[in-house]
């Protein structure tokens, strides 16, 4: 179950994140998609959590979890500066979460991992 949301939630972020830098900003649907994505990118690192981790370093929790943690801090300073005023940070937060996202995916591919056994069927 805990799988199945964190991976739903990923795909999501995935798909509207990539629609979001594609598309006009500061518009009210920029804004509401943003909220989505977002939520969506909350509920991955959150979610991530409750996983364990490949190669863990600190009890189940592996590296990838330090991507969750940035992934966090980014969308917390990207409302802030949102809030603020301050559309530069703004968006240097997102894009750092987005790219938190791509290079946590990338990881997902590597031998042994659960989505690179179901891709390129190992089981």
Same mark, same amino acid.
């Given at each position: 179950?805990?799988? &199945?949301?964190? =991976?739903? @939630?990923?795909?999501? @972020?995935? =798909?509207?994140?990539?629609?979001?830098?594609?598309?006009?900003?500061?518009?009210?649907?920029?804004?509401?998609?943003?909220?989505?994505?977002? #939520? @969506?990118?909350? #509920?991955? /690192? #959150?979610?991530?959590?409750? +996983?364990?981790?490949? &190669?863990?370093?600190?009890?189940?929790?592996?590296? !990838?979890?330090?991507?969750?943690?940035?992934? +966090?801090?980014?969308?917390?300073?990207?409302?802030?500066? /949102?809030?603020?005023?301050?559309? *530069? *940070?703004?968006?240097?937060?997102?894009?750092?979460?987005?790219?938190?996202?791509?290079?946590?995916? +990338?990881?997902?591919?590597?031998?042994?991992? +659960? =989505?690179?056994?179901?891709?390129?069927?190992? !089981?």
């Amino acid at each position: 179950m805990l799988l &199945t949301l964190h =991976i739903s @939630a990923a795909v999501w @972020a995935l =798909i509207i994140g990539t629609y979001q830098l594609m598309t006009h900003k500061g518009t009210k649907r920029h804004k509401f998609v943003g909220w989505s994505w977002m #939520v @969506a990118m909350v #509920v991955v /690192a #959150v979610s991530s959590f409750g +996983l364990s981790g490949f &190669t863990p370093v600190i009890g189940q929790y592996s590296l !990838f979890h330090l991507l969750s943690v940035w992934i +966090l801090v980014c969308i917390v300073a990207s409302i802030f500066f /949102a809030r603020k005023g301050n559309i *530069r *940070r703004h968006k240097s937060f997102t894009t750092g979460a987005f790219f938190g996202l791509i290079g946590a995916g +990338l990881g997902t591919l590597a031998p042994g991992r +659960l =989505i690179h056994e179901w891709l390129f069927g190992l !089981f």
